[in-house]
């Protein structure tokens, strides 16, 4: 029914490089695009949809989206322990895209077209479920697309690849709804019809990959224990550098996520060039892709995450600065700080695959792969969820209230869609700068787990 379990060795397989094909990287990218667009909107549209339209308020649905997130502390390291450890016939990672994918689709319908008269109870439990489902799917996905090459650049390309889809699902969710919308008034409309597309596309590209995707298995296994799993991974210090970083830049870009429609309506009094500006952030991050990839190749992935770091940081600082009807001027940031977007979607996914290869050095017959991006999963989830949990009641305490007619404290969405996000990417910096794993050092790791 499903294709082969196995990848071809790359000395028996022609034509290929480090035992995946490129049309293989190609299929193995095409669910990032719905699922990113299905995630995306409950950063970006979804808070000032319940909040204002659905007239929940700033604070409650900042609250709820920060407390759904405490699912995943559950949800997260389960699937990515038994995603390592249950083989089946069709591959450890397949079937949890799936089971995954089409509860990921119901439970996006749900959130993205609510009937009337909900409450906060509606909008807690169907992000609940959007958060397993979406779990279930994106976590084991994660986890497979590091199995797919042991190379250190052949990863950047994998993870460049699917960051290329999601960066389009990106675009999809964030555009439809404003073309849709545009002059009326609402984001109902454009949410639906984004709903009925995901309710497709999820499950097509899942078909895709099921069929068109071989899903590697070790050669050999020992089995896996909790506990031991999470032992092992406490000593990666390597490891735990890393995700801090990531942790700390993912809340800093989760900041002008989170309140991009809020600046662009009440500080810009610009609603209307919405849906242009982000398409061009977006697009932007798509053309930066492959110069990224092309200087982590040249400079090193850690050194060159942190130059891109560092010049979002530059462009960052003139936030502060924007008055009513300074479009221009954040169209030009947002294409600026769109390139340094392409660089902490791809070059971080990759660095990670990296670190777990010095696991893996230690235990070659005991894979813990999903188990680190579990942890990945859940850094990255709840930066984006403290985002909107810390910065709608700092607003609503500030006097920020649209939804109640509210409009005091708009100072403070500069300060933190600007400068709060300097602060933290320069923290990130600090702590990847100088990161052990290079080029030179996860060949090694290699060579000691094939035995070379």
């Known amino acids: 029914m499903f294709a082969s379990t196995e990848v071809a060795s790359p000395a028996a397989t022609e034509g290929k490089t480090f035992g995946i094909s490129n049309r293989h990287i190609v299929i193995y990218g095409l669910p990032g695009l719905p699922l990113a667009a299905v995630t995306l909107p409950v950063y970006i549209q979804i808070p000032a949809f319940y909040a204002v339209e659905m007239g929940l308020g700033l604070a409650v649905v900042g609250s709820i989206l920060l407390m759904t997130r405490l699912w995943d502390v559950i949800t997260d390291p389960l699937i990515g322990f038994l995603s390592d450890r249950v083989s089946t016939p069709i591959g450890r990672r397949k079937p949890w895209l799936v089971i995954g994918m089409p509860l990921t689709a119901v439970a996006g319908y749900l959130l993205f077209s609510p009937p009337d008269g909900i409450g906060p109870v509606y909008l807690f439990c169907v992000t609940l479920m959007l958060y397993l489902g979406w779990t279930m799917a994106m976590l084991p996905y994660s986890a497979w697309g590091a199995e797919l090459s042991p190379d250190y650049h052949r990863r950047t390309i994998i993870a460049g690849w699917r960051e290329g889809f999601v960066i389009v699902g990106t675009l999809l969710a964030a555009a439809m709804p404003a073309i849709l919308n545009e002059g009326a008034g609402s984001q109902r409309y454009g949410l639906s019809v984004l709903a009925i597309t995901l309710v497709v596309l999820l499950p097509v590209t899942c078909l895709i990959v099921a069929f068109g995707l071989p899903d590697r298995k070790p050669a050999k296994r020992t089995p896996l224990r909790l506990f031991e799993t999470l032992g092992s991974i406490r000593l990666n210090k390597p490891f735990w550098r890393l995700i801090m970083a990531w942790f700390i830049n993912g809340f800093a870009n989760g900041l002008p996520a989170t309140l991009f429609l809020i600046f662009v309506e009440f500080r810009l009094e610009a609603p209307d060039q919405a849906g242009i500006l982000l398409l061009v952030y977006f697009l932007s991050a798509i053309f930066g892709l492959p110069i990224w990839v092309a200087l982590g190749k040249r400079w090193g992935k ?101 939804a109640n007619g509210l409009t005091e404290g708009i100072w403070l969405i500069a300060v933190l869609y600007g400068i709060a996000p300097i602060i933290f990417k320069l923290l990130a910096v600090l702590l990847i700068w100088n990161h052990p794993v290079t080029k030179a050092s996860q060949q090694e790791l290699q060579n000691t787990i094939s035995g070379v």
């Not at 169209?331 to 777990?356: H, K």
């Not at 050095?361 to 930066?383: D, E, H, I, N, V």
């Open 302 to 402: 850690h050194r060159c995450w942190s130059v891109a770091m560092i010049w979002a940081c530059l462009w960052f600082a003139i936030v502060p600065f924007l008055e009513p009807g300074d479009v221009t001027a954040f169209m030009v940031m947002s294409i600026a700080t769109g390139l340094a977007l392409g660089a902490d979607l791809v070059l971080p996914s990759s660095m990670q695959a990296d670190v777990v290869d010095i696991d893996t050095a230690k235990a070659p017959g005991s894979p813990k792969t999903g188990a680190y991006f579990a942890l990945w999963g859940m850094a990255q989830k709840l930066a984006l969820a403290l985002s909107v949990g810390i910065a709608f009641p700092l607003l609503a305490l500030a006097g920020f209230d649209p």
